[in-house]
Nanobody, 119 residues
Framework: VQLQASGGGSVQAGGSLRLSCAAS????????MGWFRQGPGKEREFVAA????????YYADSVKGRFAISRDNAKNTVYLQMNSLKPEDTAVYYC?????????????WGQGTLVTVSS
């Protein structure tokens, strides 16, 4: 079972990036999928999550209105569209999956992709 995150890079403040997380090894169409991030010198924090159907989404207050999580179950892939990026969004972003509906801990984790936002 593997989660492969991609799409990170360097962008100026106000710019956009789209992260992808491709799952393999089994189908994740019934999993809750989430994005987390860990900034320099900070603890890992929750960013966004999406239910298995895509019908429910959850966001950290710090990204509401700027980030959007979505998924394509046919492709076993979850996305994070990040708009109006700020320097404080700089972090390694991780995707995660869990078979429970409202996980407090996620079972599967990807390797992370670095997002750097310059002012």
């Amino acid at each position: 079972v593997q989660l492969q995150a991609s799409g990170g890079g360097s962008v100026q403040a106000g710019g956009s990036l789209r992260l992808s997380c491709a799952a393999s090894g089994r189908t994740f169409s019934r999993d809750t999928m989430g994005w987390f991030r860990q900034g320099p010198g900070k603890e890992r924090e929750f960013v966004a999550a999406i239910s298995w159907s895509g019908g429910s989404t959850y966001y950290a207050d710090s990204v509401k209105g700027r980030f959007a999580i979505s998924r394509d179950n046919a492709k076993n892939t979850v996305y994070l569209q990040m708009n109006s990026l700020k320097p404080e969004d700089t972090a390694v972003y991780y995707c995660a999956a869990d078979r429970s509906d409202l996980p407090t801990q996620y079972e599967y984790w990807g390797q992370g992709t670095l997002v750097t936002v310059s002012s």
